[in-house]
């Protein structure tokens, strides 16, 4: 066998950062990943000259300059600003929540007007801390956003009541008396032009690097610990301990693509579905990632349908509620008995990361690596 200084496991964002940044520094790297493309879940593939997001939206947003600067590297960044539409029932807002939602909602003009309306609302919860994601919701915005915009959405993507759920899975979603409709406070923000799959092929693109898909590491797992000095594993670091302290908790989600013979379905690369009866969460209408580029009567929309983890299915979201965490801390103390295997990104070390944080992580796992 070829000499190998890295077995990276998973050639997602984490993994093809780690792997180029090896590269750079003159080792050998073999990629391995078990489905059949590189990219993990940010893998798109162009379909009537659109860029379907094929595992789910993926919109690149940051505050680092540095990892802004390290991703402009791979591709251009068109100016798209994620501006998603809620529709409760056939009524639309604007998300986040802000003063196009509150005129909407309650036909307040101004910020004043606003902040009362939403200070009346917060009263409910008048001096008592929040204890989970539907008090937390009251206490920042009110019952009737909470109602209907948060409630039921929420209760699908995680498949447990609001008040089963911790409170910082809110805390993501900004709130603004501006009549501003960007999801995002980042400084930085776009979707790379001609897709995100082009990012880690660059990545993985040098002569000291070997990518092989379709590989399952768990068939050969053993031989692979034997094989190589040092792994970069960026599954989920349960199975990799083959559950032996049980299982972390993920959320899936199933997604139904269809092509549409329209060249506009919904005016809106994402609309949201808040109520609790319509069985997805969110329609995502690809080409409005690009400003409409592709097909000019064709439009590929895709439903996103949150699902139960089972053992074999993909896993989305980590669920960082207090038992996972205590879970995952007793996972990272088994980790420390196998110094030779570095656990990354989202599954590897079970946290809600954003891409720019993957890249962070990443980077940082790099200079632990080889600046000492
Ligand atoms: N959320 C909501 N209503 C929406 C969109 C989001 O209540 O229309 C809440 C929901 O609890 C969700 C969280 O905000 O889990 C984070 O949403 P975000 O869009 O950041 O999640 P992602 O895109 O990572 O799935």
């Given at each position: 066998m070829k000499k190998y200084d890295y077995l990276v496991v998973g050639a997602g964002l984490f993994g093809a950062t780690f792997a180029y940044e090896a590269a750079e520094r003159g080792k050998h790297v073999k990629v391995i990943d078990k489905?059949?493309?590189?990219?993990?879940?940010?893998y798109t593939k162009e379909v009537d000259g659109i860029q379907v997001h094929q595992y789910g939206a993926h919109i690149f947003h940051t505050s680092n300059k540095r990892v802004w600067d390290y991703v402009n590297q791979f591709a251009d960044f068109n100016r798209y600003t994620n501006s998603p539409i809620a529709n409760y029932k056939g009524e639309i807002y604007n998300l986040p929540f802000n003063m196009n939602t509150f005129n909407k909602m309650?036909?307040?003009?101004?910020p004043d007007e606003a902040l009362a309306k939403i200070n009346e609302q917060r009263q409910e919860m008048a001096g008592k801390e929040p204890q989970n994601l539907e008090e937390q919701a009251i206490s920042l915005i009110g019952r009737d956003i909470y109602e209907k915009l948060i409630k039921g959405y929420t209760e699908k993507q995680w498949g447990q009541k609001a008040t089963d759920l911790?409170?910082?899975?809110?805390?993501r979603l900004p709130v603004r008396l501006?009549?501003?409709?960007?999801?995002f406070n980042d400084d930085y923000q776009g979707i790379p032009i001609g897709g995100y799959t082009q990012i880690v092929e660059k990545m993985l693109d040098s002569d000291l690097i070997d990518v092989e898909t379709n590989v399952d590491f768990f068939a050969k797992k053993d031989e692979y610990l034997k094989d190589y000095p040092r792994i970069v594993f960026t599954g989920t670091i349960d199975q990799f301990f083959d559950y032996q302290l049980g299982e972390l908790e993920y959320r899936s989600l199933r997604f139904e693509t269809e092509e549409k013979?329209?060249?506009?379905?919904?005016?809106?690369a994402v609309v949201n579905?808040?109520?609790?009866?319509?069985?997805?969460?969110r329609v995502i209408e690809h080409k409005h990632f690009e400003?409409?580029?592709?097909?000019?009567?064709k439009t590929i929309v895709t439903r996103e349908y949150p699902a139960d983890w089972h053992r074999g299915d993909e896993p989305y979201?980590?669920?960082?509620n207090q038992r996972n965490n205590q879970l995952y801390a007793k996972y990272q103390e088994l980790a420390k008995?196998?110094?030779?295997v570095i656990f990354g990104g989202r599954l590897g070390q079970y946290r809600y990361y954003n891409m720019d944080q993957v890249i962070a992580a990443a980077l940082k796992t790099v200079s632990k690596e080889f600046d000492n």
């Open positions: 489905r059949p493309h590189v990219a993990g879940n940010i309650w036909g307040v003009k101004t911790p409170a910082f899975i809110i805390r501006t009549y501003d409709n960007n999801y013979n329209v060249g506009n379905y919904q005016g809106n579905y808040t109520d609790a009866e319509t069985p997805y969460t400003f409409g580029k592709g097909d000019k009567d979201y980590p669920v960082n008995k196998e110094p030779n």
